[in-house]
């Protein structure tokens, strides 16, 4: 018996509202998240991941406005959540770790108050004993000394307050945890050492994550499967070993020549030719048609659709797939 998604994704569309523009951030996508399972979101800046991430735990704020789709959790449709029910499924099913540790945390209150607030919304009978018991507890879990739970954001380190967030984000035992470039600007030491991490608390808790990043590389190493995204739209869903071994869309293959791989000989990088065409102007048809080098003649009339690719047990929207 197959398991239900625990986050499925059906025909999303976001749009951003102009005076007298309509940008559609996102167009269309399909994805499921399955219980336990790192799914990764990649692609260059402004494919619209984050814009995803908003979307699923229903922060998308004016002048973005989600037109379409459906999304639910456990098969609850979140776009119709009551703002009770939207209450309850923030941080106590679905939390979020931002890019921006140290824009996350407040300056001016100690990181032992913030986690404590963060407990106390969601379980106000909590005595105070619980949620620093707790707070403590959430500090060994990510390697903190609870000695420290006393101090203010900027006597830590930019690693450290990221696994602070880490921590809040565990505070409720949430079954999906949306990781958005969780280790922007930290040195790939640190970026190593967060990642194990979050690796060692998922297989102990069996929280599933959306993680987002740019790092084709880092996603490979951490997640189970990889949606590649281009100009809002998703362009190829596989096993992330897939993605690295046999990509199947010509973006995808692009993407993974623009990063240094994991082992063996050092190569060239290639930069992908061109920019990412603006959400106002799309191209018609394939939308990355205009900087493939693989394009042919119907490429630029006609958007491909995502279809299965038996090779690697995912899907791909690439004409040259039929």
Known sequence: MLTQPLVEVRNLTVDYVGANTVSRAVNGIDFDIRPGEAFGLAGESGCGKSTVAFALARLTRLPGLVSGGAVRFMGEDVLSFSAERLRRYR??????????????????????????????????????????????????????SPRRLDDYPHQFSGGMRQRICIAMALALEPKLIIMDEPTTALDVVVQRDIIEQICELKARFGFSVLFITHDLGLMIEFCDRIGVMYAGELVEVAPASAILTAPQHPYTRALGRSFPPLSGPRVRLEGIAGSPPSLSALPEGCRFSPRCGEAIPICVRLAPELRPTPATGGEAACHLLQ
């Open 91 to 144: 941080w106590s099913e679905v939390s979020f770790v931002f890019q921006s540790a140290m824009n996350a945390l407040n300056p001016v209150i100690k990181v032992s108050e913030q986690i404590e607030d963060a407990i106390l919304a969601h379980r106000p009978r909590a005595s105070r004993a619980e949620t620093l018991a707790r707070a403590a507890e959430l500090f060994e879990l990510v390697g903190i």
